[in-house]
C-alpha cells in the first residue's frame, strides 16, 4: 500500500470516529432534552394539550422547574401528560396545571401555578386541577355564524340605512367630542380650567404640602407618645398609672370581701337582720308619729284646743292686741313719771 493510500485510510477512520462520537453525543443531547436527569415524574390530566410536544418547558412563575415528558390518552378520551419535575422543586398538592403559549402563535409550554397546601407531590402523584387552552379553531367556528348573520342582516335594505345612521351618528358624535376637545384645549368649561388653569393645580399643591406638614405634625406626636410624653404618653407609657389602678382594684375587692363577711359599719348594714329590723320598727314608729301629727294639725285646723283656738280664733287675737295697748300706755307713763321722781330724789340729797 503507497504512502497516499496510508494516508487516506487514517483520514477515513478519523472521520468514522468523528461522526460516531457526533452521533453519540447528538443521542446524549437528545435523550437529556426529552428525559432529563435528576428528576420526578408527576401526571397531569386535561381535556386538550393540542400543539403540546415532548420536551415542552414546564414552568413555574417564569422559572423552568422541568420537561414534558409522555403524551398519552386515557381511557376517558383525555390527554394525560408526563411532567420530569427537576427534584429541587417541590409541587404542592393543590397547585394547577394550565397550558400556556409563549406570545399569540408561539410554542405550548406547562405553567404550574402554586397552591397554598403545605402537602406536596411525591413520585408518581397527579395535579389536582389544570385548565386547557382555548381552541383558536373553535373560536373562529363560533365567530363565523354571526359574521354570516350580519352579512344577512347588512345585506337587506334596512340594514344598509341603519348602517348609513349609524356611520351618521357615528361622525356626529365625533364632531361634537372634536368640538369639546377644542374647548378643553381653549380652557373653556369645567373640564379645560381642571387642565388649563396652574391656579387650580397650586391650589392642590398647597393641600398637598398641608397634608403634608399634617403627617408631619401627626408623626411628631406620634413620636412624643412613643417617648413617653405628655398626658397621652405617659397613659401608655407610664406603668404607675396601672399599678395605681391595680391597688385600687385590690382595695375594692378587699372592701368588697369584708361588706360580704359584715364586717365595719356598711357591712353590718348589709349583713346585719337586726338592724334591718330595729329600722323597720323606727319606720313604724315614724309612721305612727307622722300619723299623730296629722291628726294634731287636723285638729289645729278644726279650730279645736288651746293651739287651735290660737290659730282659729280671731276674738283671743283682739284680746291679746287689746292688752299689748294697755301695757303700752302703761310703759309710756311710767316713763314719764321717773324723771320727776328721779329729781325729787336728787333734791331730797342735798337738803340733807
Given at each position: 500500500?503507497?504512502?497516499?493510500?496510508?494516508?487516506?485510510?487514517?483520514?477515513?477512520?478519523?472521520?468514522?470516529?468523528?461522526?460516531?462520537?457526533?452521533?453519540?453525543?447528538?443521542?446524549?443531547?437528545?435523550?437529556?432534552?426529552?428525559?432529563?436527569?435528576?428528576?420526578?415524574?408527576?401526571?397531569?390530566?386535561?381535556?386538550?394539550?393540542?400543539?403540546?410536544?415532548?420536551?415542552?418547558?414546564?414552568?413555574?412563575?417564569?422559572?423552568?422547574?422541568?420537561?414534558?415528558?409522555?403524551?398519552?390518552?386515557?381511557?376517558?378520551?383525555?390527554?394525560?401528560?408526563?411532567?420530569?419535575?427537576?427534584?429541587?422543586?417541590?409541587?404542592?398538592?393543590?397547585?394547577?396545571?394550565?397550558?400556556?403559549?409563549?406570545?399569540?402563535?408561539?410554542?405550548?409550554?406547562?405553567?404550574?401555578?402554586?397552591?397554598?397546601?403545605?402537602?406536596?407531590?411525591?413520585?408518581?402523584?397527579?395535579?389536582?386541577k389544570?385548565?386547557?387552552?382555548?381552541?383558536?379553531?373553535?373560536?373562529?367556528?363560533?365567530?363565523?355564524?354571526?359574521?354570516e348573520?350580519?352579512?344577512?342582516?347588512?345585506?337587506?335594505?334596512?340594514?344598509?340605512?341603519?348602517?348609513?345612521?349609524?356611520?351618521?351618528?357615528?361622525?356626529?358624535?365625533?364632531?361634537?367630542?372634536?368640538?369639546?376637545?377644542?374647548?378643553?384645549?381653549?380652557?373653556?368649561?369645567?373640564?379645560?380650567?381642571?387642565?388649563?388653569?396652574?391656579?387650580?393645580?397650586?391650589?392642590f399643591?398647597?393641600?398637598?404640602?398641608?397634608?403634608?406638614?399634617?403627617?408631619?405634625?401627626?408623626?411628631?406626636?406620634?413620636?412624643?407618645?412613643?417617648?413617653?410624653?405628655?398626658?397621652?404618653g405617659?397613659?401608655?407609657?407610664?406603668?404607675?398609672?396601672?399599678?395605681?389602678?391595680?391597688?385600687?382594684?385590690?382595695?375594692?375587692?378587699?372592701?368588697?370581701?369584708?361588706?360580704?363577711?359584715?364586717?365595719?359599719?356598711?357591712?353590718?348594714?348589709?349583713?346585719?337582720?337586726?338592724?334591718?329590723?330595729?329600722?323597720?320598727?323606727?319606720?313604724?314608729?315614724?309612721?305612727?308619729?307622722?300619723q299623730?301629727?296629722?291628726?294634731?294639725?287636723?285638729?289645729?285646723?278644726?279650730?279645736?284646743?288651746?293651739?287651735?283656738?290660737?290659730?282659729?280664733?280671731?276674738s283671743?287675737?283682739?284680746?291679746?292686741?287689746?292688752?299689748?295697748?294697755?301695757?303700752?300706755?302703761?310703759?309710756k307713763?311710767?316713763?314719764?313719771?321717773?324723771?320727776?321722781?328721779?329729781?325729787?330724789?336728787?333734791?331730797?340729797?342735798?337738803?340733807?
Amino acid at each position: 500500500m503507497s504512502n497516499r493510500g496510508a494516508v487516506e485510510l487514517k483520514v477515513g477512520i478519523f472521520v468514522f470516529l468523528g461522526i460516531l462520537a457526533l452521533l453519540y453525543l447528538t443521542l446524549q443531547l437528545a435523550q437529556e432534552a426529552f428525559a432529563p436527569k435528576d428528576t420526578y415524574k408527576i401526571y397531569g390530566v386535561f381535556d386538550s394539550v393540542s400543539g403540546l410536544i415532548r420536551g415542552a418547558k414546564v414552568e413555574m412563575a417564569g422559572v423552568p422547574i422541568g420537561k414534558v415528558g409522555d403524551i398519552s390518552l386515557t381511557p376517558e378520551g383525555k390527554a394525560k401528560v408526563e411532567l420530569l419535575i427537576f427534584k429541587k422543586y417541590k409541587i404542592q398538592e393543590d397547585a394547577v396545571g394550565v397550558v400556556r403559549t409563549f406570545g399569540v402563535l408561539g410554542d405550548k409550554f406547562i405553567e404550574i401555578r402554586p397552591g397554598t397546601s403545605p402537602n406536596y407531590l411525591s413520585e408518581g402523584g397527579t395535579i389536582a386541577k389544570t385548565e386547557s387552552p382555548v381552541d383558536l379553531d373553535q373560536i373562529l367556528a363560533s365567530i363565523g355564524p354571526a359574521v354570516e348573520g350580519l352579512k344577512e342582516v347588512l345585506g337587506t335594505k334596512e340594514g344598509k340605512e341603519n348602517l348609513r345612521i349609524l356611520v351618521a351618528n357615528i361622525r356626529d358624535a365625533s364632531e361634537s367630542f372634536k368640538k369639546i376637545a377644542d374647548k378643553v384645549e381653549k380652557g373653556q368649561g369645567t373640564l379645560g380650567k381642571l387642565i388649563a388653569d396652574d391656579k387650580l393645580y397650586m391650589e392642590f399643591t398647597a393641600i398637598s404640602q398641608s397634608l403634608k406638614n399634617a403627617s408631619q405634625k401627626i408623626e411628631g406626636l406620634a413620636n412624643q407618645i412613643d417617648r413617653g410624653e405628655g398626658t397621652l404618653g405617659k397613659l401608655i407609657k407610664d406603668e404607675t398609672l396601672y399599678a395605681t389602678l391595680k391597688n385600687t382594684a385590690s382595695n375594692l375587692e378587699r372592701v368588697s370581701k369584708k361588706l360580704e363577711k359584715g364586717e365595719g359599719t356598711l357591712g353590718k348594714l348589709i349583713a346585719d337582720e337586726e338592724i334591718y329590723r330595729d329600722l323597720k320598727n323606727l319606720s313604724k314608729d315614724l309612721r305612727n308619729t307622722a300619723q299623730n301629727l296629722d291628726k294634731i294639725v287636723a285638729k289645729i285646723e278644726r279650730g279645736e284646743g288651746t293651739l287651735g283656738k290660737l290659730v282659729k280664733d280671731d276674738s283671743l287675737y283682739n284680746e291679746a292686741k287689746r292688752t299689748l295697748r294697755s301695757v303700752n300706755r302703761a310703759a309710756k307713763g311710767v316713763e314719764e313719771q321717773v324723771p320727776i321722781t328721779v329729781l325729787g330724789t336728787v333734791a331730797g340729797a342735798a337738803m340733807k
